[in-house]
DNA sequence: TATGAATGAGACTTCATTCAT
DNA sequence: AATGAATGAAGTCTCATTCAT
């Protein structure tokens, strides 16, 4: 399911010029790094990354899919082994943010370039993956709405979109410079200000 | 007398431009969008917009730096006026929020090509602005903890880094397809989020 | 004779342009001067200087024709007071170099871009001006070989070839930084040059 | 280790390249050669010469470097093995001619471009090799006046200015149409003029 | 006379990609 | 697997010139 007409057999060398490009990628973005720059990191000229993949895209696309399979991975498995609903997002918080921190490239990937990704075909899985993901959310939140948990006056889809972009959030501020929190104070943070805001009680 | 080499007096073609030009720099991000773009919007050759801006960078550049005027101008008037954190923190958000839905095409062009434009001399108030703001938020926070107000578990920083993300998200939903909530939802949605959290008490 | 089909009438601003024109492109070059400098320098749009001129190349013409003018009727005054070669060549160096420095920009524009102009129609009689000072050295040199006042191996081509840039050098010297000579100074020590060399006796 | 980033390795290639691209430098001067004449001249299209250099103004700096390394390391050997200045200089005349007639390309750079060279930071260098030229030539025309085998009244700074200029001028006469004359000839020609002027004895 | 806006040709440069060796 | 060279499309920018007002 995985695999698309071209997709070469996982030699480690590939594997390894996938991790190179995916760290560009996040450093930069996916259509601001060039694939000189990758072959530079590989230690190789740019041409000779086709024998590898057949377009810089292909390489996008690999680390996409992987990062997707695994958040969305993430989620099923969180809500199947969660009564409460409030287990079930805590679960959700935490599956993210340990996807994303495996993840990292793939993000800045879909935050800098996915009006240029969703726009082609290829990428149409894209779409289709993060309809999943909002589903679930909603369902989980409206789920707590009812079982008396969350606020009634909660719009769902309105606090999934913060969610959503406040998960990603924290992937970005590793290897800034400054300080650096570790990723359990970031998550602490990120759920303690969720369920309770930041006033005191 | 008035003129300077470089400011380009305001014409009001070149208002326009600039307009459209950030309209587009909202859309698909500053470096997606190309200079005949630009000029196809208008109406005219790309060459002829050079008789308007010394360069696709420049208009970038008036475009961000109005922003960040308005948003630090913002900030310092909130402070000011307000005695409560509380208080102050929520002028930051409604200013935060006027100023964002004032300068959209900005924040798309930070968020996407921060990494460009930060490495450029020419763009250094970016960085300067952006301490200054932070600092206004701690100070804040830092505040609002040592009066009791808020938590004093909180770690100034790491909310503001999650605030700041947050602030900024509402605006790059608009415009986009799918229900579209209005400002005011999204700010007392947000306020009531950051003050009391997802849980019913 | 000097005036070609659209030379308009030498108004006072026409003047002043050409002379704004003649600096900049002494400083720079004809070619690598833009009309919008010229424009600059007189406080005005660069469209508007096609109410005077119909094109950059005629603001050339008119500063080259002017310089050869000055040239060739100087040496041909030169020549018709002269028995003695030596006195004609003294006079044509001294009146070389008054030309020169009435014409500067004309100079500049002869040595940066010649390969440029001459190919052109427009400007043959450039061409045909050369022609003529070069035959009047040339004279002069052979009259002084034949009447023993010159040495009787002189090649006179080489040796005009050779004063004639001569001749053009110090012109380029002035405005320059660092010590300046006077234009009495140089002449004197470029005829002394020229006809003693720098051996003691 | 070798490899410097941006010295790129001399490739076979590479030094063809450049050799075209001097050719054309030397016919046209530098600005008004065109990246796609000299593309045209190897055949194949502008945009593949930025496989072999990062910009034309690299194949600029190339060619000049190469020029003032092979001028400057002429005249020191030429000091060095002279005790008298009339041999360093008849040394250095005849080092000149043959580093210049070696890279015509490069003089024609300097005399159409100096400006637009000397104004970037880039080609500091070529001040720095300017300024060693001139502290040499001087140096040795001083010796000469003070142990009497040039004349006292010589001002050495002129005279260096002249002779700097002069020992330039045939170098462009080469494949220029008309008479021509062997290297020999014109240096010889030169040395005798500068030693003895036009006067016969 | 001058402005303000635009044209159009052409300059330099970038970059993903191809391909013979 | 990799090199070295090239393609070709597209991008940013320059500049002499035109023209309605």
Redesign the pocket.
């Known amino acids: 399911m995985t695999t698309t007409k071209k997709a070469a057999p996982p ?1 480690e ?1 590939r594997t390894h010029l996938i991790r190179l490009a995916a760290d560009l990628f996040a450093e930069k973005g996916f259509r601001a790094t ?3 720059e990758i072959a530079d990191a590989a230690g ?5 990354l ?3 993949f ?4 292909s390489i996008g696309d690999e680390i996409l899919r992987e990062f997707l399979d695994d958040v969305v991975g993430g989620y099923r498995s969180a809500v199947e082994g969660a009564d409460d609903p409030r287990v079930a997002i805590e679960k959700m918080v935490r599956s993210s943010t340990a996807a994303l921190s495996r993840h990292r490239a793939a993000l800045t990937m879909l935050q800098n370039d996915w009006a240029y990704f969703s726009a082609q075909k290829r990428f149409a899985y894209l779409r289709t993956a993060m309809k999943e993901i909002e589903q679930t959310w909603i369902d989980q939140l409206e789920r707590g709405k009812q079982d008396g948990h969350f606020r009634a006056d909660l719009d769902a889809r309105l606090v999934y979109r913060l969610l959503r972009d406040i998960l990603w959030i924290p992937t970005s501020w590793k290897q800034s410079r400054g300080k650096s929190w570790k990723t359990d104070e970031i998550v602490d943070g990120l759920l303690r200000l969720l369920f309770e805001g930041i006033t005191a009680r």
Do not use: A, M, P
Request: no cysteine; hydrophobic share 20%; glycine share 6%.
């Open positions: 030699s060398r060039t694939v000189r190789i000229l740019s041409g000779s086709y024998h590898h057949d377009s810089k895209e």
